[in-house]
């Protein structure tokens, strides 16, 4: 199959950690025989410093011109003086709503090798596996009216969602509950608001086209809680912009860092796939990044562009492999690790852990 990759590596270790990204996916191309091909291109800091804007015409025509979008981390102290929209934070969100996608997919997932790193007990984190599904671009942070009058002291920001656009996510979410565990829980505040009574009417009328998935429907508040007491009982969680944002960080802790957690969002122009961690500033140039977040995106990159689920497997056992083996990144490591691993030394035990999954797979060239 043919891919082509616009490659936006960005600022701090977002180079460092997509380097090891495109390793993988090499791999996986020369394995299968498939051509996937890349195009770099500037976002952030580095755009502001080569070109004096954080999201280039040049980027965004590569972007919307190509089949996926890999994104390194964006963010760079030495622009903080800047205002806002001339960050290169200002580059991700305006990459964002360029490529359009609505559907924010996030995985947390407890590893075993990982337990003791997680804030959380053990016996409560194992075997969770969670797949968030998050509206990402309605609600309360587009909805209009949004005003803050200073004249009288009042705010007001607007929840709005249209049936389209719930639906639109929600059949994502279904599709995705379908080829995992077949369980799907819909957050919402239903109890409260209007918004979340459209929500849960529209996810209703929607499962009866999913008789093999199993809906149930929790309050947010509630999913807060039960996300730290029982996270195994969750499959997909499908909900909208800002309890997506705050549920998914949640259970973010549940992996034991930020460096390992992948995200992909897909449903617009052009898919993105983006690990969840920043630019991490205070480890940038010192090649002690963690890998794996980037490398997981890499493989939902398989798995939701290039339709190679069998090699996006082979590369999420590769990583936990590499972990069962005792390889860490510093983030990880707890003292009574033998073994702490550069990024590149990372990338190369996860590397030869895909190397010999690959070899199991038929080849096809
Ligand atoms: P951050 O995610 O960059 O870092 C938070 C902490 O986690 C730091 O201590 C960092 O060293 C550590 N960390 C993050 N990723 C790691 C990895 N792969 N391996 C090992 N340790 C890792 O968040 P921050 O410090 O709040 O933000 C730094 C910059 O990144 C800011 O400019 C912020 O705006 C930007 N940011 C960008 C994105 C993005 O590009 N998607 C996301 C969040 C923050």
């Known amino acids: 199959m043919k891919l082509h990759i616009t490659v936006v590596a960005g600022d701090g270790i977002g180079p460092e950690v997509t380097a090891e990204a495109l390793r993988i996916l090499r791999t996986v191309a020369e394995h299968g025989g498939h051509a996937f091909t890349y195009q770099d291109a500037l976002i952030g800091g580095a755009a502001i410093d080569a070109a004096g804007t954080p999201l280039p015409q040049e980027t965004l025509d590569a972007a919307l011109g190509s089949d996926a979008v890999f994104l390194g981390a964006v963010g760079s102290n030495k622009f903080n003086a800047l205002p806002p929209g001339e960050r290169p934070e200002a580059g991700l969100l305006a990459i964002r709503a360029a490529l359009g996608g609505f559907a924010n997919l996030r995985p947390a997932f407890a590893h075993p090798a990982l337990a003791q790193n997680s804030?959380?007990?053990?016996?409560?984190?194992?075997?969770?596996?969670?797949?968030?599904v998050r509206e990402l671009l309605g609600g309360l942070y587009f909805g209009r009216p949004r005003e803050w009058n200073r004249e009288t002291h009042e705010a007001w920001n607007t929840m709005r969602y249209t049936r389209g656009e719930i639906e639109r996510v929600a059949r994502v979410a279904f599709e995705l509950a379908g080829k995992r565990r077949g369980k799907l829980t819909s957050v919402d505040k239903a109890n409260v608001l209007e918004v979340s009574q459209l929500w849960r009417a529209t996810v209703n009328e929607l499962a009866k086209e999913y008789p093999a998935v199993a809906v149930e429907h929790e309050f947010v508040d509630a999913c807060a809680m039960h996300l730290m007491n029982t996270p195994r009982r969750f499959d997909v969680i499908l909900t909208e912009n800002l309890f997506g944002d705050i549920l998914s960080d949640e259970a973010g802790v549940i992996a034991g860092s930020l460096g390992v957690l992948p995200s992909a969002t897909i449903g617009g122009k052009v898919n993105l796939?983006?690990?969840?961690?920043g630019s991490a500033p205070d480890i940038a140039g010192h090649g002690i990044a963690n890998p794996i977040g980037a490398i997981l995106t890499a493989a939902m990159l398989l798995r939701h562009s290039a339709g190679l689920e069998a090699e996006a497997q082979a590369v999420e056992t590769a990583v936990r492999s590499a972990l069962d083996s005792g390889a860490r990144t510093k983030d990880l490591a707890r003292g009574d690790d033998a073994q702490v691993l550069s990024t590149s030394e990372m990338g190369d035990r996860i590397h030869q852990a895909l190397t010999a999954e690959l070899q199991k797979q038929p080849q096809t060239v």
């Open 119 to 132: 804030p959380l007990r053990p016996e409560v984190i194992a075997g969770a596996d969670i797949l968030f």
């Open 273 to 277: 796939y983006e690990p969840v961690h």
